[in-house]
């Protein structure tokens, strides 16, 4: 299958300030980039999707100007959580597909945002 | 919209033995795409097998196979010899057929497997 590298993969950020997570696709271009967030013991809620030219599609009750996805090129795409606060302490996952080639999406290894 | 559930929060199989995990789900179309998908300690999202649903045959991959029911909303994993490996939470998933702009995974609240030496 593909890789999907996601850095960093944990960090440790100051409440107030902005934490970038970026997911790059290394061996294939990215049409298609997801974005999920998962609690503790529980499952992936999916944040946003952006699809390849177009600006992300957030889902209901995430907030877009907290959560600035940007997908900058067809192999990267980045989270950049905003004025972070600890409620946002999380493990954050990318998966990235090129929809003209698989069905199926990769998936990056994880962040794990700490905020303090 | 579609919702995927597992029934089954935690379960746990002996070395060697087979263990199947169960997965429901709801949805009005005709044609999608349902996933198993394994997340070790690692936390990292590894599928473990696929299946297109206007393919009758149930999918297999070596250890794992699926029991694909339809018409029952139906999709369980079957794990024969089980190994200490397959520890690991897993997610069931569904996605829509491609329909651009469409195409997000809808998951399951996951079981985890516990492998018994």
């Known amino acids: 299958g593909a890789v999907v590298s996601q850095h960093p993969s944990w960090v440790i950020c100051k409440s107030g300030t902005s934490v970038k997570i970026e997911c790059r696709s290394l061996?294939?271009?990215?049409?298609?980039m997801f974005w999920y967030r998962q609690f503790p013991k529980q499952s992936l809620m999916l944040m946003a999707t952006?699809?390849?030219?177009?600006?992300?599609?957030?889902e209901q009750g995430v907030e877009k100007d907290k959560f600035l996805i940007n997908h900058a090129s067809l192999t990267l795409s980045t989270l950049t959580v905003t004025s972070a606060h600890p409620e946002d302490s999380s493990f954050y996952i990318c998966?990235?597909?090129?929809?003209?080639?698989?069905?199926?999406?990769?998936f990056g290894q994880g962040t794990r945002l700490t905020v303090v | 919209a579609q919702t995927v559930t597992q029934s089954q929060p935690e379960m746990s199989v002996q070395e060697a033995e087979t263990v199947t995990l169960s997965c429901t789900y709801d949805?009005?179309?005709?044609?999608?795409?349902l996933f198993w998908y394994k997340q070790p300690p690692s936390r990292q999202m590894i599928l473990v097998i696929r299946?297109?649903?206007?393919?009758?045959q149930n999918a297999t991959e070596n250890r794992f196979s699926v029991n694909f029911q339809k018409a029952a909303k139906s999709f369980s994993l079957k794990i024969s010899d089980s190994q200490l490996g397959d520890a690991a939470m897993y997610f069931c998933a569904y996605r829509p057929s491609d329909n651009f702009g469409n195409e997000k995974l809808t998951f399951g609240t996951g079981t985890r497997l516990t492998i018994i030496p």
């Open positions: 952006s699809n390849e030219g177009s600006k992300a599609t957030y």
């Open positions: 949805t009005s179309e005709s044609d999608y795409y």
């Open positions: 061996d294939f271009q990215a049409t298609t």
């Open positions: 299946q297109e649903a206007y393919k009758q």
């Open positions: 998966s990235a597909r090129d929809r003209t080639v698989w069905t199926e999406a990769f």
